[in-house]
């Protein structure tokens, strides 16, 4: 692996979590792949796991400036681990081409629906 590189990616994704709350797995997977070579399994699961430490380090910021609502991210955390135990079995089972074409059909979807709102935002 690369060590700059992955350095690079960890910089980039740690920003990107920060500055527009993806938690930079819209970042890391591709990198991953892409320029560290990881398989799409492989990179989803490194990047579930750098998550959690980018994740924890931008809520407990954002919740300082008073914006996290506990209440709604209590609900969902404690509801998607149930989605992340189907999702695991399914990124296992699935052809990695698959999960290459999902993930990249994700990613243009919310594309699309993040700029059709800030075009209609006033």
Do not use: D, K
Not at 36 to 47: K, N, Y
Not at 48 to 54: E, G, K, R, W
């Amino acid at each position: 692996m690369n060590e700059v590189m992955a350095v690079l990616i960890c910089i980039a994704g740690g920003c990107a979590g920060g500055l527009v709350g993806v938690g930079g797995g819209v970042l890391f997977v591709p990198a991953l792949t892409i320029f560290i070579g990881l398989g799409q399994v492989e990179a989803e699961s490194t990047s579930l796991m750098m998550i959690v430490v980018v994740a924890l380090v931008g809520a407990i910021r954002q919740n300082g400036y008073g914006n996290v609502r506990i209440r709604e991210a209590a609900i969902i955390g404690v509801l998607s681990p149930l989605g992340v135990l189907v999702g695991v079995v399914l990124s296992n089972e699935l052809p990695e081409r698959a999960l290459q074409l999902s993930f990249a059909a994700l990613a243009l979807f919310m594309a699309v629906q993040l700029v059709r709102r800030a075009r209609s935002a006033p």
